[in-house]
């Protein structure tokens, strides 16, 4: 059974760094899609993703802001996150695919519970 597990939320002042991990279990599978999103599972959004041809997409609200990375050898993956503003607070979902990163997002395979993330001014 597949379970991506997310962690490294908190609350931070605006302009402090966080690092997300998201540990992946039971994933048998070698090409596939993964990333964070906003407001998953029901209205996905992309924060940052990685694509079976190891292709990353930054939503442009984090872009020099944030990072994407993975261990494959883990099964990790993370989001280096600084110079955190207010507005990117909510709860950050890691998301996975079998295959390319779909177009509808909303039609990813597998979702995480969350991590919370809370940025105060």
């Known amino acids: 059974q597949v379970r991506l597990v997310e962690s490294g939320g908190g609350s931070v002042e605006a302009g402090g760094s966080l690092r997300l991990s998201c540990e992946a279990f039971?994933?048998?599978?070698?090409?596939?899609?993964i990333g964070w999103f906003r407001h998953a599972p029901d209205e996905p959004e992309r924060v940052a993703s990685i694509?079976?041809?190891?292709?990353?997409v930054y939503a442009d609200s984090v872009k020099g802001r944030f990072t994407i990375s993975r261990d494959k050898a883990k099964h990790t993956l993370y989001l280096q996150m600084d110079n955190l503003k207010p507005e990117d607070s909510g709860m950050f979902y890691c998301?996975?695919?079998?295959?390319?990163?779909?177009?509808?997002?909303?039609?990813?395979?597998?979702w995480g519970r969350g991590t919370q993330v809370t940025v105060s001014s």
């Open positions: 998301g996975s695919h079998r295959g390319n990163c779909p177009l509808r997002l909303k039609t990813m395979d597998y």
């Open positions: 039971g994933y048998p599978y070698i090409s596939y899609c």
């Open positions: 694509d079976t041809d190891d292709e990353i």
